[in-house]
């Protein structure tokens, strides 16, 4: 497993997650995720599934749009 996952929703970035201790913490990369900034998670695939979660309660209107991604940041 990797240290620093970048998550992205519809091919557009909500943040990265860093492995620290106890899980990966969530940097926001957009505004409108701020609220997830800080937050600990126990794996990457977790913090996508809240960065949707919240984006979906955000943006009702929202449609999911191709794959969703997460890539390893070398």
């Known amino acids: 497993m990797f240290d620093t996952y ?15 201790r106890g899980g990966f913490r969530f940097f926001s990369a957009d505004a409108s995720f701020a609220s997830l900034d800080g937050r600990l998670f126990r794996d990457p695939r977790a913090a996508e599934q809240a ?11 929202a449609p999911l749009i191709g794959p969703r991604k997460w890539h390893r940041l070398r």
């Open 6 to 20: 970048v998550i992205e929703i519809d091919s557009d970035a909500a943040g990265l997650v860093v492995r620290d």
């Open 51 to 61: 960065a949707i979660r919240h984006r979906d309660t955000s943006d009702r209107n």
